[in-house]
């Protein structure tokens, strides 16, 4: 195991009516006035926006609202926002919404103390180790979607147009200070968005476990109990989308999965993410659509590195009979395959709506210049072109 560090501010508020504490826990944690950020209509649809105002007004927190926030979000919007606290005097920012909503409300909390282009910390200043951002506004979520783990993580991603970069920046400053999660929020979700957050959230742990570092059984477990979890009550909710301990579940999963909890002290992969961000940049598809058809191509070309640990992926997590290590190994990505396949989730890129002719570009915007990317089997241009080219 390696040595780490691993800090976790955020605290959490599970369970139904958990929205009634927004309010006060925005008080507690300094705001005054607050930035409401959300995505499209369906939070006010469903009821949840108006919870949130409601409790907002009972602890007597003034809010500016901010809505619009698309799906691979965008720094015009983020760039809006920071304009917008500024004005405002904004000394909250609260996101109400799934990850995307989250990740840019992040970027608008730290921009708006940045002296400089909060795009800066997003192109990265050193590839191989992030500037951290140094500062930011507290951020509180209310989450309603289970998937991308912004609502413990001190991520955010971002597409920068207009070249439609999907970048990302990394500090404690955007930990979230708060998490709201109530899993009922959950239960009108589309069942496609549905099936790539529980996509989503797998990769997340499958980004960790893959890994050089040895010694970590402490995560090992760990890992293998989130990846076995996130199979069983995805299946669950996929056929009752209204079953609160299975919604419950999820979303808990979501969390940990990607707070870190999962990857201290053990060197991480994060090589799918980073190809599918482009494509999910040019195509405009879901996250973790976009990972199901590149993970699953990355296991395949990747897995000779270490075929007891892929073995051991398919014996713990999907109940592969033991047998032959190698034989193991395929039958363990066979079925992490047919578990996205069940969910709806696309396996290749004509089921994306990618094109093969746009490999070459895909490649190249993910900018590596030479370097490589991934930690259990470093990958190179040639690499990631056949791995796209697989798919």
Not at 148 to 175: V, Y
Not at 268 to 291: F, M, P, R, V
Not at 308 to 331: D, I, Q, T, Y
Request: net charge neutral; glycine share 10%.
């Amino acid at each position: 195991m390696d040595n780490f560090e691993f800090y976790s501010p955020t605290r959490f508020v599970f369970g139904r009516g958990a929205e009634e504490k927004t309010g006060a826990l925005v008080r507690k944690y300094g705001g005054t006035k607050a930035l409401l950020h959300y995505g499209g209509g369906s939070v006010k649809a469903n009821g949840v926006y108006d919870k949130v105002v409601a409790s907002l007004e009972a602890a007597g927190v003034a809010y500016v609202p901010l809505g619009g926030v698309q799906p691979n979000p965008r720094s015009g919007l983020v760039r809006e926002g920071i304009a917008l606290c500024r004005r405002e005097k904004i000394d909250f920012v609260l996101a109400v919404g799934g990850g995307s909503v989250i990740d840019s409300a992040k970027a608008i909390a730290f921009g708006t103390l940045y002296d400089g282009d909060f795009a800066d910390f997003y192109f990265g200043k050193d590839v191989k180790r992030p500037t951290p951002v140094p500062a930011a506004l507290p951020i509180g979520t209310v989450l309603t979607i289970a998937a991308a783990g912004s609502e413990g993580s001190g991520n955010s991603i971002i597409t920068l147009e207009p070249d439609m970069l999907k970048r990302g920046a990394t500090g404690d400053a955007l930990r979230p200070a708060f998490s709201i999660l109530n899993p009922e929020f959950t239960f009108t979700l589309p069942a496609y968005q549905t099936a790539c957050g529980a996509t989503d959230m797998f990769a997340h742990v499958v980004e960790r476990y893959f890994t050089p570092t040895r010694d970590v059984a402490v995560s090992d477990e760990l890992c293998e109990g989130l990846m076995r979890t996130i199979v069983a009550e995805s299946r669950k909710v996929m056929s009752a989308p209204r079953d609160y301990a299975a919604r419950a579940n999820l979303m808990w999963a979501g969390s940990l999965a990607h707070n870190n909890v999962c990857g201290a002290g053990r060197a991480q992969d994060w090589a799918s993410h980073g190809i599918e961000h482009e494509l999910s940049a040019l195509y405009g598809c879901a996250h973790g659509a976009g990972l199901a058809v590149v993970m699953p191509a990355w296991m395949d070309y990747v897995k000779d590195v270490d075929i007891p640990r892929f073995a051991r992926f398919a014996a713990k997590v999907f109940g592969v009979p033991e047998g032959e290590p190698a034989a193991m190994a395929a039958e363990g990505i066979r079925h992490y395959r047919a578990w996205l396949r069940d969910l709806g989730m696309p396996l290749t890129f004509a089921e994306l709506g990618a094109k093969k002719e746009d490999i070459p570009a895909l490649v190249a915007k993910l900018g590596l210049n030479g370097n490589t990317v991934g930690t259990f089997k470093p990958l190179a241009e040639a690499d990631v072109t056949r791995i796209l080219e697989s798919c």
